[in-house]
């Protein structure tokens, strides 16, 4: 069973920076997607950056182009998402999800497409 796992929250200002990790046990490790989504409160939640582990490719939310930065450790089975220029519209609920069937069209990142969740790691930015 593919158990994903959360950490690097926090608090931090307008302008900072923080590096979100999660790990993945469980499961194969290559040829699987694995995404960054968020949720703010009352808000839907929105597909932030994802990558294909098997080369490397990234897609990345409008909102977060040129500020996020999602990369992945193949001998750690992780996955990071580097937050810098964080603004307070960045403040929510982020989860890593995993799957190995997914086809991203248009860069949009569909939470519907991934069955493998972690239990989240609260971002505020102040």
């Known amino acids: 069973q593919v158990q994903l796992v959360e950490s690097g929250g926090g608090s931090v200002q307008a302008g900072g920076s923080l590096r979100l990790s999660c790990t993945r046990t469980?499961?194969?490790?290559?040829?699987?997607?694995m995404a960054w989504f968020r949720q703010a409160p009352g808000k839907e939640r929105e597909g932030v950056a994802a990558i294909y582990t098997n080369d490397d490719s990234t897609y990345y939310a409008d909102s977060v182009k040129g500020r996020f930065t999602i990369s992945h450790d193949f001998a750690k089975s992780t996955i990071y998402l580097q937050m810098d220029s964080l603004k307070p519209e960045d403040t929510a609920m982020y989860y890593c999800?995993?799957?190995?069937?997914?086809?991203?069209?248009?860069?949009?990142?569909?939470?519907?497409?991934?069955?493998?969740w972690g239990q989240g790691t609260q971002v505020t930015v102040s």
């Open positions: 469980g499961d194969t490790y290559s040829r699987n997607c």
């Open positions: 999800a995993a799957d190995s069937a997914v086809l991203i069209l248009g860069g949009i990142i569909k939470a519907e497409d991934f069955t493998y």
